[in-house]
């Protein structure tokens, strides 16, 4: 029988992402507990990312061949062995002290694209020497030299495309950090902004980011030569902006919940964006995935590939490269499974008749 089989000797606890969810509540102090876990104001957006997947049903079909499912996709001329994108999330040494390093690892063990946050807790070097394949995520420093210096490491180490992050012109309220009376711990640091601003590591949390974005710099971006994914599009009017401004793909994101709350749930967002984007561009999705069946809709629905944040970070903290491995595995045993049960045998026979 093809597919899904739970390896016995795997640890009963930890069954799915929800579980990995759970052990690292249990292991992470409170303030960093409450910035990974956390969303803006009421978390209207942050529950909506999950209740948009729970809206839906799959429609299957039957008497297809789905003795071997081929679940890979291509994005910029790279296989991707699954529709699955490792999504930018900040300082994630506060999960586990091998931070980015686990994730780069464990990801490009499997093949899977890794995106490193400007916010990262891990110099891009560093990342870069893992080997796997990689995308650096943007923000722009304020200042013109400390902002061109960023982007000049991210193409000189490597890095494959520039992830562009629209939604982060100032900070979203996030209530949970405030009553958790969230800091960053000592030890863990910026390098990324540090480096590039020419500061002390140490001062780098106070290196300030551009509060202007517009339609200019992502030209400014996509002068550095990589391909370049606006992320946190929801409006399909700035889809098409995006794209017609040199974007090489787009990101629907609400930055997981954690930005203006009440925006509109990434799922119930995609449709539109997809028609505004017209094929021209591959579209990403992310916020609230836990499921290999969230990726299916997503995906029927016309997503390229589906993005994980938090998943990551509670693969993380409960067991560092090997935890962030057995969520990758996870979730890409699941898209597997779902897929041939769906009656289909690769991604591009997906559409939205698959999705009530
Ligand atoms: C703790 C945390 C930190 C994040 N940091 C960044 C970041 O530095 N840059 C960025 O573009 N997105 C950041 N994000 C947003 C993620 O890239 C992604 O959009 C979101 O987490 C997807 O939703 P999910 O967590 O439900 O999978 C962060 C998200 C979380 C949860």
């Not at 509670?314 to 045993?333: N, P, T």
Request: hydrophobic share 50%; proline share 6%; with cysteine.
């Amino acid at each position: 029988m093809a597919g899904f089989q739970p390896d016995p000797s795997s640890d009963p606890n930890l069954v799915n992402v929800f579980d990995y969810e759970r052990v690292a509540a249990e292991r992470l102090v409170a303030g960093p507990l409450a910035y990974f876990a956390g969303g803006a104001l009421d978390e209207r957006t942050l529950n909506d990312n999950r209740a948009a997947f729970g809206r839906r049903r799959i429609v299957p079909r039957i008497m297809t061949d789905v003795s071997a499912v081929d679940p890979s996709v291509t994005v910029f001329g790279r296989r991707w062995p699954f529709p699955l994108w490792v999504c930018p999330t900040a300082l994630q040494r506060m999960a586990h002290p091998d931070g980015e390093l686990a994730t780069a690892r464990a990801a490009a063990a499997r093949g899977l694209t890794m995106t490193l946050s400007t916010s990262a807790s891990t110099d891009l070097a560093d990342v870069a020497a893992v080997g796997g394949p990689r995308w650096y995520q943007v923000y722009l420093l304020r200042d013109q030299g400390a902002r061109r210096a960023m982007l000049e490491r991210a193409v000189a180490h490597g890095y494959e495309a520039l992830v562009l992050t629209a939604d982060l012109q100032r900070l979203g309220r996030r209530e949970r950090d405030i009553r958790a009376s969230f800091l960053i711990p000592e030890g863990v640091h910026l390098p990324n902004v540090a480096a590039a601003a020419g500061v002390d590591p140490a001062e780098a949390a106070s290196v300030p980011f551009v509060e202007r974005l517009t339609w200019d710099d992502l030209e400014w971006v996509a002068g550095f030569g990589l391909p370049v994914i606006v992320k946190g599009v929801l409006h399909p009017d700035d889809a098409a902006l995006a794209v017609e401004h040199g974007a090489a793909a787009v990101a629907v994101s609400n930055h997981g919940g954690r930005q203006l709350d009440g925006a509109i749930a990434s799922l119930d967002a995609l449709p539109a964006v997809v028609d505004a984007v017209g094929g021209r561009v591959p579209v990403l999705l992310d916020g609230g995935v836990r499921r290999g069946t969230d990726a299916l809709i997503a995906l029927a629905l016309g997503a390229t590939a589906v993005g994980i944040g938090r998943p990551v970070l509670w693969g993380l903290a409960c067991d560092g490269e090997a935890g962030v491995g057995r969520v990758l595995d996870l979730l890409s045993a699941e898209i597997e499974q779902a897929l041939a049960l769906a009656g289909v045998a690769n991604v591009g026979e997906l559409s939205p008749a698959f999705v009530a």
